[in-house]
């Protein structure tokens, strides 16, 4: 009879053990996931040079989904992946998805990140407001970075004999790689380019030195007042861009919608989301606003390509 007991006694013991050990696992998966995918908090990382597309959406998915609080921390392309390898963030928007050692590394820890396309993004070359020299070919601009042409005399004659400056965001930007690996192939970058930190420093630069050439995201210089994606900001002066020997007007394109989907506009490089939740969270619904009609709408109103929704083109006249 005692042993009867003593064995009751244990199997008590131990169911209530468990259920300690379940409400214990509970609580922490309730601290661990609070957010649902139209609800709760996250942090995500986006490369900088897309911050004016980025700051839209999440504008537009708040306003829907008034219980959702996304913190976007805008950096370096380099960076939100690193953040993402960390898992200090499991969602960022960069120009380039996952490379070999990165999809092995997500392997390895049974992770496997959704990329998903949501635009084509065009590199623009602005100028200076006053700068009469709107016109260049991917020849003339692949001796500008590594230091062939470094006089404005040398791109026209017309032109002032005076120090070209060339400007770019940021060393760690995807810019640099994109416009490196795109127009130098492999050639090394001159050491005279100048690099700042966003690209709203290089639309100021730009605006107040005439010898100026900045690289930026082209969503930077977009008239979001212009409903039909026509225009720039006054401050400055968006280059035209030719993939002949010698630019005119006949040949050389601007980064307008109409130039990004025909290929006319040599510059351009995909927008992804990157997605490493393990789960359907706030992460994941905010990715599938973004590729939803409404979310791809809104990219549309920046000035460039939305991926995943068909779009009336509308053809403009390349003043230069």
């Avoid at 623009?124 to 016109?135: C, G, H, M, Y």
């Avoid at 107040?208 to 007042?225: M, P, R």
């Avoid at 920046?302 to 083109?313: E, M």
Wanted: hydrophobic letters at 35%.
């Amino acid at each position: 009879m005692k042993t009867n007991e003593i064995s009751k006694k244990k199997v008590v013991f131990l169911m209530f053990g468990f259920f300690i050990i379940f409400l214990y696992c509970c609580k922490n998966n309730k601290e661990e996931y609070t957010d649902t995918p139209v609800s709760g908090k996250i942090n995500i990382a986006v490369d900088e040079t897309f911050q004016p597309i980025a700051d839209s959406e999440v504008k537009v998915f708040e306003g829907l989904y008034t219980y959702a609080s996304i913190n976007v921390n805008y950096t370096t392309e380099k960076q939100a992946f690193d953040y993402l390898l960390k898992d200090s963030v499991r969602f960022i928007i960069a120009s380039r998805k996952l490379n070999d050692v990165e999809n092995k590394y997500f392997k390895e820890k049974k992770f496997f990140p959704k990329e998903t396309k949501i635009a084509v993004d065009a590199i623009a070359l602005i100028v200076n407001s006053e700068n009469t020299d709107s016109l260049i070919t991917l020849e003339e601009l692949k001796d500008i970075l590594t230091g062939k042409i470094c006089n404005w005399k040398q791109l026209s004659t017309s032109s002032k004999s005076q120090d070209l400056v060339l400007v770019f965001d940021n060393q760690s930007s995807s810019t640099v790689r994109v416009v490196s690996d795109s127009v130098c192939k492999g050639l090394k970058l001159s050491s005279k380019i100048t690099a700042l930190e966003k690209n709203k420093d290089v639309v100021n630069y730009v605006s107040n030195n005439k010898n100026a050439i900045g690289i930026i995201g082209v969503s930077w210089v977009s008239n979001h007042s212009d409903s039909s994606c026509l225009s720039f900001l006054d401050k400055v002066k968006v280059m035209a861009i030719s993939s002949e020997k010698k630019a005119d007007k006949d040949n050389s394109y601007k980064p307008f919608q109409y130039y990004l989907s025909n290929g006319q506009y040599p510059l351009v490089r995909n927008i992804y989301i990157i997605n490493s939740e393990p789960r359907v969270g706030l992460a994941s619904g905010f990715a599938s606003f973004i590729a939803s009609d409404k979310g791809q709408r809104v990219i549309l109103k920046s000035g460039i390509l939305p991926a995943t929704r068909p779009v009336n083109i509308v053809k403009t006249r390349n003043d230069l």
